[in-house]
């Protein structure tokens, strides 16, 4: 992403300390010396909520090529039931897991996965797993809908399930297949251009995301 010419500049640290709105977005500028000023990504989170079945992954699928479109950078961090399995038995990478080693990193030409065993350790925690993410413009959170950070519920009339939002004050809007009764931000499932400019809207600094969750 590129940076547009800074319409404000404030004081972060000794090292930040231009700050350039692009979009909904913003970039910092590093100092590294005189005259060198270096793009530094300012990296945003936002959620999505709801009860299962509600589409939160049809949903992703559709709005991450639009943020991409838009020059955003985009990671998922997606809460799973404790037996999923990336792996595949019998494949080496498998084999060397089931003979005890704590990690097994894989790469090829396209693409690199790390698997950490936990071997009976406690499940890690959102600003954990945040803190893993290479530097991205937006990180959307899939699931983890007791994490104090703000989220856009994902709602659909079929699953005959109550709305979240009433109980969460997290949420911040909500993208529904029906009309929902509420002051909060709102946009139908199907319009993929709103609910992305929801999601670019109430995104928040991943500094700020992990001061709250950790409070």
């Not at 949420?171 to 709103?194: E, F, N, R, W």
Request: charged share 25%; hydrophobic share 40%.
């Amino acid at each position: 992403m590129k940076c547009r010419p800074a319409r404000h500049c404030e004081e972060q640290s000794d090292e930040a300390i231009h700050i350039s709105a692009c979009g909904d977005m913003d970039c910092c500028a590093r100092n590294d010396g005189p005259g060198r000023l270096v793009p530094v990504i300012r990296m945003k989170v936002i959620g999505l909520a709801g009860w299962s079945g509600a589409g939160k992954t049809t949903l992703l699928t559709r709005v991450i090529p639009l943020l991409a479109g838009q020059g955003l950078r985009v990671s998922v961090i997606k809460h799973a039931h404790h037996k999923f399995d990336i792996d595949t038995p019998g494949k080496d990478s498998w084999r060397h897991r089931e003979a005890g080693a704590e990690e097994v990193l894989v790469s090829s030409a396209n693409r690199w996965a790390l698997m950490h065993e936990l071997r009976g350790e406690g499940e890690p925690r959102l600003p954990e797993l945040l803190q893993k993410l290479s530097r991205v413009d937006l990180v959307i959170i899939e699931g983890y809908k007791t994490e104090p950070h703000r989220k856009i519920e994902i709602y659909r009339a079929a699953n005959q399930k109550p709305l979240l939002f009433p109980a969460d004050p997290d949420i911040v809007g909500i993208a529904s297949d029906v009309a929902v009764d509420t002051k909060l931000a709102a946009a139908h499932l199907d319009d993929i251009p709103a609910v992305a400019a929801m999601m670019r809207r109430y995104a928040t600094p991943i500094e700020d995301v992990l001061a709250m969750i950790e409070s």
